[in-house]
């Protein structure tokens, strides 16, 4: 066999096919370790395709020892046989990128993807980049060099990735997933929990237990989500009989979640306030559990009582991190569970799955009916 009869798939990208021909001639001993390939033109020319992929497909299998480029002589096969000739994703390793490991939604999806990938046969390698754009660029490049069987990409808040890292990844062909975080302009699908069932069902639910004022708290959310939560809070409103004067919106500013999820403090006056100004609330729906374990906090210390005064949802599903009992609050599970053994199996099915429009895979939510809305 000569690299000229290779015949490259129409779909799929070159540089990961390309990969898998090599690797798999050099293990039947139809091609051999510094061979020559012939030059880009060549080649571009044998397989019918454009220079310019040519190119940039064998930079990438130089990046990753694949083979040599001598400048005026050509592309070879690595003169290493052992480097060429094991299979193609190998290490069975998954990279994983948080924005901040400290925060609980980080930790959790980090724990139900290594459940999800021991199933699978992969390990996870995670990185926490503090939500620093360099520092997460960095991240996956490392990541890329160590050639990992795939990438899930949590993007860091309210900071794009950098267009050169989104190149980087979409030409290395390494399987890649989002979790949460759309970016519109890759390939690559994006998995997240149906933003309009998370905040559909709770406000819903609220209307279905007779509550007549409903306040609906949340962090900043990217423009998509914002939308999507916006479009399930009017519909669950529409549905639930009410209208606008019975419905009031509270954004809160991300410094308490960001920076300091752990110290309530300020969360605890700015909220008093805020219930100071709104005494005809009868329900709070909370975009985050943080919140509405914070809500509860405040609550308590004015001798509010939940559910009778003022009933309470949170989401996330989780609100055992921040020290609440099974059953103590009414919330909506996002499912991280499922959203992770969906990732694990989009990255075993490779490139494949990459299209020219971006695929989000919506994860249907569960409303979890606690005390905060619901006497046992």
Not at 204 to 221: N, V
Not at 249 to 260: G, K, M, R
């Amino acid at each position: 066999m000569s690299i000229a009869s290779y015949k490259p798939e129409r779909r799929g990208r070159l540089a990961t096919q390309l990969e898998e021909f090599i690797r798999g001639g050099i293990r039947r001993g139809e091609l051999k370790a510094g061979q020559r390939l012939g030059s880009a033109k060549q080649l571009a020319k044998e397989w019918k395709t454009s220079y310019g992929a040519v190119r940039q497909s064998l930079e990438t299998l130089a990046a990753k020892g694949l083979v040599e480029r001598r400048a005026r002589a050509g592309t070879f096969l690595a003169s290493d046989p052992d480097v060429i000739g094991g299979e193609v994703g190998s290490r069975s390793i998954i990279g994983l990128l948080v924005p901040d490991i400290r925060m609980p939604e980080h930790s959790l999806v980090t724990r139900c993807l290594q459940d999800a990938g021991q199933r699978a046969g992969f390990d996870i390698l995670v990185s926490s980049t503090d939500n620093e754009r360099d520092r997460y660029d960095q991240s996956v490049m490392r990541h890329l060099k160590a050639c990992v069987s795939g990438l899930v990409l949590v993007a860091p808040q309210h900071a794009r990735i950098s267009l050169q890292t989104l190149l980087e990844v979409e030409q290395s062909g390494v399987p890649t997933v989002n979790y949460a975080r759309t970016v519109d302009v890759v390939s690559w699908p994006t998995v997240q929990t149906d933003v309009f069932q998370a905040a559909y069902l709770p406000v819903k639910h609220l209307c279905d237990i007779g509550r007549k004022q409903i306040a609906f708290m949340s962090y900043p959310s990217p423009e998509a989500h914002g939308t999507q939560m916006h479009h399930g809070l009017y519909r669950a409103i529409l549905d639930g009989g009410l209208g606008s004067g019975n419905v009031v919106e509270f954004v809160l500013p991300d410094q308490f979640y960001l920076t300091s999820w752990s110290d309530t403090g300020s969360l605890h006056e700015l909220l008093n306030r805020w219930l100071d100004a709104n005494p005809k609330v009868d329900a709070i729906c909370c975009m985050h559990d943080h919140i509405a374990v914070t809500l509860l906090n405040v609550l308590t210390k004015r001798r509010v009582r939940v559910p009778d005064d003022i009933a309470v949802t949170g989401y996330g599903g989780n609100p055992e991190i921040f020290g609440l009992h099974p059953g103590d609050l009414t919330a909506v599970d996002s499912r991280v569970d499922l959203a992770a053994s969906e990732i694990v199996r989009l990255l075993q099915s490779g490139s494949s799955e990459r299209g020219d429009t971006p695929r989000v895979v919506a994860i249907q939510p569960e409303l979890v009916i606690g005390r905060s809305t619901v006497k046992s």
